[in-house]
């Protein structure tokens, strides 16, 4: 009974402890905000719910673009030699203190809880909440509604 006993315990402490884990590596996240690497992985978070498939081939997110102060900017391309272009499916802007995702060429910003939890811890990390519409749409160059 006893040795039952411990069974359980041992798996309900490691099945808690899996659950207060952050995904993405956010655990790491420092006082100073997201590095590019843990912004990515934000993104892929997004990208997934938007049921984007990362791992067709031709589909790749470019990290190298010039960034407005405070954010990273990615963009999500597809490449097949049959289209004979690249075809750009979106450029995003994730905020390094909070983890706001937009996608700034529709002027989206993305909500769902799984986002919102990570967001929660990240801005525990930081200090720096989310902030209102308004001002995040003016900070990543997005007209007022």
């Known amino acids: 009974m006893i ?7 041992v798996c309900l402490t490691a099945s808690s402890t899996f659950a207060n884990q952050l995904p993405l590596g956010a655990d790491d996240v420092s006082i100073t905000g997201l590095t590019k690497e843990q912004a990515k992985q934000v993104l892929i978070l997004v990208l997934r719910q938007e049921k984007y498939h990362l791992s067709n081939s031709g589909m ?3 990290s190298d673009l010039q960034s407005q102060a405070g954010y990273y900017d990615f963009s999500l391309s597809y490449e097949t030699p049959k289209a004979g272009a690249t075809a750009y499916l979106g450029y995003y802007s994730i905020n390094i203190k909070n983890g706001d995702v937009w996608e700034i060429e529709s002027c989206i910003r993305y909500s769902f809880p799984s986002l919102r ?3 929660r811890e990240i801005t525990r ?5 989310l902030a209102d519409e308004k001002v995040a749409r003016d900070e ?3 007209p007022p509604k």
Do not use: A, E, N, P
Not at 3 to 9: E, R
Not at 125 to 129: E, I, K, L, P, S
């Open 3 to 9: 040795k039952h006993f411990l069974v359980v315990l």
């Open 60 to 62: 790749y997110i470019d």
């Open 117 to 119: 939890r990570l967001q």
């Open 125 to 129: 990390r930081t200090g720096v909440t």
């Open 140 to 142: 990543v160059g997005c």
